[in-house]
Every structure is written in structure tokens, then in C-alpha cells.
């Protein structure tokens, strides 16, 4: 018998800055329309981080949001996870910096690096560390600041990315099974289809790397398509067969919004087209925030309730990939 604690999430929160940009904004940009963005990737518009606001701006505001929402203080935080793949700088972690900005001053505090995945991974860490016991109460951001990382020379990646923020408040107990249990994968074979190559210790930044833009986001957009689609269909397949579920008591499919073409294949392949949840229109790929901000909106708008099974599901560089299951059971 599993001796562990539940884990419940008993609060959520996102943040999207103001500032709105368009596929028809881009156009001015670079050599690119409206339609091509939007038929290729079903994105109208995303969000754009305000000159002077960090990483850790935007995930302070979704962790407020969600600390509201669960109705708790920022002391009664015991671990805080900031998932993210555009840090406020290499070293202190955002976390900290979230921490100093909310005042969760009894917390220890640490990023994650996952990419994309960052969000799921964070959510099965803190899960884990909140079901053994270690501690009580912790929050996990998913924050990026894309706009500082994207090379906005190069069309083929500038347009697919936005900024934001979604945070969820964890706690040991509740009714039901809560956040259950994950399936999680990484293949580091494939690390150069999606990867920042320069200002890391491997390529150290210099005159000559920023000449050549090494230090902006690179992606090999088609063989990054294929993988997701395979890895996320397959990770939704594993997790409801490791929880003993079957898709049809899933109220809601909730994927990493990266395409709506990903998202459609794999709606097709696991026949849930009804049931997927996308946002990708609003606010492009925030990475690591997409999911947070995804189930945010999923249980604000209703269409997630008490009671309700929730499938979770990511894909991003690493490669790294993961799905995860929620018996959705605020108080
Ligand atoms: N506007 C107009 N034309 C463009 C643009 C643009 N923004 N970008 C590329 N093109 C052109 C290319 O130059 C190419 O022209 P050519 O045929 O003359 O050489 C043509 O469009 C086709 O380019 P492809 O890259 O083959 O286009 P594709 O149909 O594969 O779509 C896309 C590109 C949208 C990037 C797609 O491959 C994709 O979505 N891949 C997955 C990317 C992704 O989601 N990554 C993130 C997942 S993981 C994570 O979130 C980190």
C-alpha cells in the first residue's frame, strides 16, 4: 500500500504582461503574414514583457495570484520551484528572487531546467517532496521571458514565442487522489534540434559568438514537430495506464501550447479533440509558463471542476517530455 501523503493543488494564478503583439505587428518585423503564422501555428497574438521586467516580475505576479486563489500567506511556503529556460541571470535563481519579491521567507528555493517541460517537472518534484513527507506547502512557477532569448532576426523562430507566467500552490491533503502520479522522459541525444548554443560555459560569450547570434534560441522546426507529437501522445498513452484511467474518464486534455498543429495530431491519435484545451491563439509558446497559465485559465473559466480528471502533457528541449494526471480537488 502507498504509504505517501496526498498532494493537492489548492491554488492557481498566471500573469501575462500588457503588452499585446500580433501576427500583423511581425510583419514589420520580419519578412512574414499573418496567415502564414496563423495557419501554420493557429497563433493570432502573444505577449510581450515590458523593457525593465524580468523573469521573476512575471512569475512574482502569477505566484500572488495563486497564493490569493489558495488563500494562504507567502510564510506558510516551504519550497518555492521556478521552472524556467530564461532566468533573471545564470546565478542567483529566479527562484530566490520570486522568494525576496513575495516574502516567502521561511522557503528554500531553486530552479528547474526542463525547457518546455519545465512546469510538469517542477509539479512532480514538489509532489514528491510534499508526498514523502519533506514538506508541506510549496508553489512551482512555470515564468519566461522569451523576448530576451528569441533572435528577432530569425522568422522562423521570432514569431512562435511569447512571455508570461502561471504558478499552482501545493499542499499535503485534501479529498480525492489529487496530482497523481507522472511519467516523465528525457533524450539528450537530440539536444542540438532545440538548444540556446552560446553564452554557456561550453561556447562563453564573446564579441565574435554575439556577432553571430549564437546566443539566441535555435530550433530545427520540423524534426522538433515529429518528436512532440510522438513523445506527447505516447506520455498521455503511459500515464492513464499507469494510473489504471482511461481516456474516456478524462474531463480535460490540457498539452503544452507550442502548435495547434501538434496539439491537433495528437487529439486525432488519442480521439479527444472535444476534450484538448488550447490558448495557443492568445499568447503563442511561453515555454515553461504555457501549462501553468493553460490550467489557470482551464479552472477559471470552468471547464475544469471539482472532481474532474485532468490530463497534463509536455514536450521541449532536452529533449525532455512528461504527463501527469489530476484528480482536480481545490477546497
Ligand atoms: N513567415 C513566412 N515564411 C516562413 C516563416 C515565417 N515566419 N518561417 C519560415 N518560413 C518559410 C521557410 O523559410 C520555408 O521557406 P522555403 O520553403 O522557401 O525554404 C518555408 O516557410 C517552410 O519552412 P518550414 O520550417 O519547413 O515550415 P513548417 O511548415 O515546418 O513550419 C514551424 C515551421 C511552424 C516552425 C513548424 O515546424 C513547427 O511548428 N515546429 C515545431 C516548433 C515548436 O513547436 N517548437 C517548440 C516545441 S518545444 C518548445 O516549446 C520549446
Not at 489548492?10 to 518585423?29: F, M, Q
Not at 494562504?72 to 524556467?84: F, K, P, R, Y
Not at 514569431?159 to 507522472?182: K, Y
Amino acid at each position: 500500500m502507498d504509504s505517501r501523503r496526498t498532494v493537492s493543488i489548492i491554488g492557481t494564478g498566471a500573469y501575462l504582461p500588457e503588452k499585446v503583439v500580433t501576427n500583423r505587428d511581425l510583419e514589420s518585423i520580419v519578412e512574414t503574414s499573418d496567415d502564414w503564422i496563423y495557419s501554420r501555428t493557429g497563433m493570432r497574438e502573444r505577449r510581450i514583457a515590458a523593457e525593465g521586467q524580468a523573469t521573476s516580475d512575471l512569475g512574482a505576479e502569477a505566484a500572488r495570484k495563486a497564493l490569493a486563489d489558495a488563500g494562504i500567506g507567502a510564510e506558510e511556503l516551504d519550497l518555492v520551484i521556478v521552472a524556467t529556460l530564461s532566468p533573471d541571470m545564470f546565478f542567483p535563481s529566479t527562484a530566490c528572487f520570486v522568494q525576496e519579491k513575495i516574502g516567502a521567507k521561511k522557503a528554500y528555493c531553486y530552479d528547474l531546467g526542463a525547457a518546455c517541460s519545465g512546469f510538469l517537472y517542477a509539479l512532480d518534484t514538489a509532489k514528491n517532496q510534499i508526498a514523502s513527507g519533506a514538506v508541506d506547502t510549496a508553489l512551482v512557477i512555470g515564468a519566461e521571458k522569451m523576448s530576451a532569448f528569441i533572435d528577432w532576426q530569425d522568422r522562423s523562430t521570432c514569431i512562435l514565442f511569447g512571455d508570461g507566467a502561471g504558478a499552482a500552490v501545493l499542499r499535503a491533503g485534501g479529498t480525492g487522489r489529487g496530482v497523481m502520479e507522472s511519467v516523465m522522459g528525457s533524450d539528450g541525444s537530440l539536444a542540438n534540434l532545440l538548444w540556446t548554443p552560446g553564452g554557456g560555459s561550453r561556447n562563453p560569450i564573446s564579441h565574435e559568438l554575439v556577432d553571430q547570434r549564437q546566443q539566441y534560441l535555435k530550433m530545427e522546426g520540423r524534426e522538433v514537430f515529429k518528436h512532440a507529437v510522438v513523445r506527447m501522445g505516447d506520455a498521455v498513452v503511459q500515464v492513464l495506464e499507469k494510473n489504471g484511467v482511461s481516456a474516456d474518464d478524462v474531463k480535460c486534455f490540457i498539452p503544452h501550447q507550442a502548435n495547434i498543429r501538434i496539439i491537433d495530431a495528437i487529439s486525432k491519435r488519442l480521439g479527444v479533440a472535444d476534450r484538448m484545451y488550447t490558448n495557443v491563439e492568445k499568447y503563442a509558446n511561453t515555454s515553461s509558463a504555457a501549462l501553468a497559465i493553460a490550467l489557470d485559465e482551464a479552472v477559471k473559466d470552468g471547464t475544469v471542476q471539482n472532481g474532474d480528471l485532468v490530463a497534463l502533457t509536455v514536450f521541449g528541449g532536452g529533449f525532455t517530455w512528461g504527463a501527469n494526471l489530476l484528480e482536480w480537488n481545490k477546497p
